[in-house]
């Protein structure tokens, strides 16, 4: 009955499903055949394990597809070969729910890296102006490896070859070990960016004052969430690096050093209109330097709720 709309004329096919039917498959080689103009297509579902039947038709269809412009489909993991014509095909525009293969670590990183090539090679990589990658976090993932510093900076520099960068969100687990040089050059790379988000597993790297080179050379950054360390530094002739436009921010993971207060002077400095700081890592409402930081922060705008989470003032500045 379905087939029934399909036809040569049809430009956009969304398709939404719980479990997967038998007659899936069928229908998949049916829209290849029928309907040779598809520009968008979509599938929103929830599989846990697809079949082998039903990612190979949902393959098959994908790559038949010489015009698509728009593809989001969910419980999807596409072959590297599949991977590497989307990366080629000039027409695709915007691509929605990409699922990296559940390898175990490193080999995600090598998947995550044939990504990133096939994604530069695309005719608008010069002017894709927005990004965002999550990989799920599995038990055999670490970042405490030998070389992750290593292997991170090497794999996040590619991303600088995308000119165009407006909005870059990455949630990886590998990020943590990217430091202060990284954020240098992203804000050379991309003077445009108006929102960066970066977040990792395990201790970050990278610091407060990594995040002066983003301010003064980007000036429409307007949202900025990066994991770190918020550690005082000398501000002696800083200028040009108060940015007026944040007003909050939500941290994965923020690690405050002492002294609190001169963490909190480091940080109104950089940004005199900040409201809120949320701190996401886990267990942050037990650290006393963060909850100390925080109470400053509200104390500051006069939005302080009057709770007594800091627990014992200043104790551990």
């Known amino acids: 009955m379905i087939q029934c709309f ?3 004329t049809l430009r956009s096919v969304v398709i939404k499903f719980d479990e997967e039917e038998s007659y899936m498959a069928h229908l998949f080689s049916s829209i290849t055949r029928l309907c040779p103009e598809l520009e968008d297509f979509q599938i929103q579902s929830v599989l846990e394990e697809p079949s082998l039947a039903y990612t190979a038709a949902l393959s098959n269809l994908v790559s038949g597809l010489p015009k698509l412009r728009v593809l989001a489909i969910t419980s999807w993991q596409p072959s590297e070969e599949l991977v590497a014509h989307l990366g080629s095909l000039p027409t695709l525009e915007e691509w929605a729910y990409f699922e990296l293969p559940d390898y175990p670590h490193p080999e995600r990183l090598r998947s995550l890296d044939a990504f990133v090539n096939a994604l530069l090679t695309h005719p608008s990589a010069k002017s894709l102006s927005t990004l965002a990658i ?3 976090p599995t038990p055999d993932v670490t970042t405490n490896h ?3 510093e290593s292997v991170a900076f090497f794999l996040f520099r590619k991303f600088f070859k ?6 870059l969100e990455l949630t990886v687990p590998i990020l943590s070990s990217l430091d202060d040089s990284w954020l240098e050059e992203a804000s050379s790379a991309w003077p445009r960016l108006s929102t960066l988000e970066l977040r990792g ?3 970050p790297m990278m610091t407060l004052q990594g995040l002066v080179p983003l301010l003064k050379n980007c000036a429409h950054l307007e949202h900025l969430r990066v994991s770190a360390v918020w550690k005082p530094f000398d501000t002696t002739g800083l200028r040009n690096c108060s940015n007026f436009k944040i007003q909050e921010m939500r941290i994965g993971n923020l690690v405050v050093a002492k002294p609190v207060v001169a963490v909190f002077r480091c940080l109104l400095l950089l940004f005199p209109v900040i409201n809120e700081v949320v701190n996401q890592a886990p267990g942050a409402s037990e650290d006393r330097r963060w909850m ?17 989470e800091d627990g014992g003032g200043e104790a551990t500045d």
């Open 134 to 136: 999550t990989e799920t």
């Open 6 to 8: 399909l036809g040569a």
């Open 292 to 308: 100390r930081l925080k109470t400053l922060i509200e104390e500051s705008r006069g939005t302080n709720t009057g709770d007594e």
């Open 146 to 148: 030998h070389n992750a």
């Open 162 to 167: 995308l000119p165009a960068i407006e909005s």
């Open 201 to 203: 597993e395990g201790p």
